[in-house]
């Protein structure tokens, strides 16, 4: 039996509502997309990875930092309403062979190799059909409420017991942190998500675990950088 083929995908389309071109946007003078192409290249357990995007210059700088753009993904599976399981599933039947699957987005500049081996090591050792990466929520949502028509305060999640009203005490919550995608590559194709009965998550620092998405975010990843450095 050979070796089990492992796709690494990064998806990058063009088009970016709250941060414009934010895949290409430069982050302590290097594009964005480069963290995540040199933090995967030369991961013994990467087969191939790829860029998926509709966009010219994103392809040429993707190729620049070593990632492969065997072509440009269909501008109809690019649309802001488009989910990026369309342009996987694009990837996967222009590309086959791969028995699973590693998505990687360029807005997790933060993610460090050793996370990436550490989450794909999780996953063997657990024989995984879909795994996704994870951090502790910065604010429980026990302590988190809805509002009714006449603005009175419904919990998110009924406290456990009257005990746990401190902080200290109430039980860890975990948010997706957008950083590490697994799948096997049938699990994938017939379910189209990462998030199913069957995902376990993989615990990731905080530290890791920013997501750009907004200017702000951006800002906030300048600063982190500055700091460091400094």
């Known amino acids: 039996m050979g070796k089990s ?4 995908i990064v998806p990058a389309r063009g088009g970016s509502k709250g941060v414009p071109k934010k895949n290409i946007r430069l982050l302590g ?7 995540t192409i040199e933090t995967a290249k030369g991961i013994s357990a990467i087969d191939r990875l790829v860029v998926s995007t509709d966009h010219a210059e994103i392809a040429e700088i993707a190729k620049m930092y070593g990632a492969d753009v065997p072509f440009l993904r269909p501008k109809e ?15 996967l039947n222009e590309l086959p062979g791969y028995d699973s699957i590693l998505l990687l987005q360029a807005t997790s500049p933060f993610r460090q190799r050793d996370d990436i081996e550490g989450f794909l090591s999780f996953a063997m050792r657990n024989a995984a059909k879909v795994c996704v990466s994870m951090t502790e929520a910065e604010y429980s949502p026990y302590w988190m409420y809805t509002t009714g028509q006449d603005g009175r305060i419904q919990p998110v999640l009924e406290m456990p017991t009257e005990k746990m009203y401190q902080r200290q005490k109430l039980p860890p919550c975990y948010r997706l942190n957008g950083a ?8 994938y194709q017939k379910h189209k998500t990462f998030l199913t009965e069957d ?21 906030l990843a300048e600063w982190i950088l500055a700091n460091r450095r400094g």
């Open 29 to 35: 003078g290097k594009p964005l997309i480069a963290y």
């Open 5 to 8: 083929k492992l796709l690494a």
């Open 199 to 219: 995902t376990l998550g993989y615990t990731m620092d905080r530290s890791r675990s920013l997501d750009i998405d907004t200017e702000e975010d951006l800002a």
């Open 77 to 91: 599976l690019a649309g802001d309403d488009e989910p990026v399981s369309t342009a996987i599933l694009h990837l």
């Open 180 to 187: 590490l995608y697994y799948a096997q590559t049938t699990y």
